[in-house]
């Protein structure tokens, strides 16, 4: 697993930026919702924070409690990571995965041409690549649970990224 610019992978290298934007696309269409199921909690809400959970005290609610919590800091992650890429590409990002909105609304909120938003996504995905990393530096203090979503040149998609983190966690658990 490829871990920060370290190994093969240098300071100065660039990422395949049509690879990594598939890579990201893929990443926040499957994890978002999921993480909201996950979580309970929704990243479209006004304010993302975690509710009480009622408890009866058994043991299986500690480890719904610490899922629960481990998905929470992931979509915090995702919301530091869309909050912190740069011009149209938060808010692209935001109702395109959370907001689930069609292309031609997001066209008019952002005053686009109608052929410019696949152009403006690539770029917005790639932002959103590199500012995954910071987010995980501040909600993923354990470098175990980091992964890299850029996808560099000689690598494929099921190599890189947290697919790659998640076929060597499904091996070693015998899935």
Request: net charge negative; glycine share 4%.
């Amino acid at each position: 697993m490829k871990r920060y610019r370290s190994g093969t992978v240098f300071l100065f290298d660039l990422p395949d930026e049509v690879l990594t934007a598939e890579n990201v696309d893929d990443f926040l269409s499957s994890q978002i919702n999921r993480m909201e199921r996950l979580s309970g909690v929704s990243l479209s809400s006004p304010q993302l924070s975690l509710a009480p959970a009622h408890s009866n005290g058994v043991n299986s609610q500690e480890k719904m409690m610490e899922r629960r919590l481990a998905a929470f800091d992931v979509l915090k992650a995702i919301k530091y990571a869309i909050d912190h890429t740069s011009g149209v590409s938060p808010q692209i990002l935001f109702e395109f995965y959370v907001l689930h909105k069609k292309v031609w609304e997001i066209n008019r909120d952002c005053n686009m041409n109608h052929n410019q938003f696949g152009d403006f996504k690539n770029v917005a995905l790639n932002q959103f690549a590199e500012c995954w990393i910071s987010a995980q530096d501040k909600y993923f203090p354990d470098e175990a649970d980091r992964f890299d979503l850029q996808i560099y040149p000689g690598e494929t998609l099921a190599d890189a990224g947290w697919r790659a983190d998640q076929t060597t966690r499904k091996r070693k658990n015998g899935m």
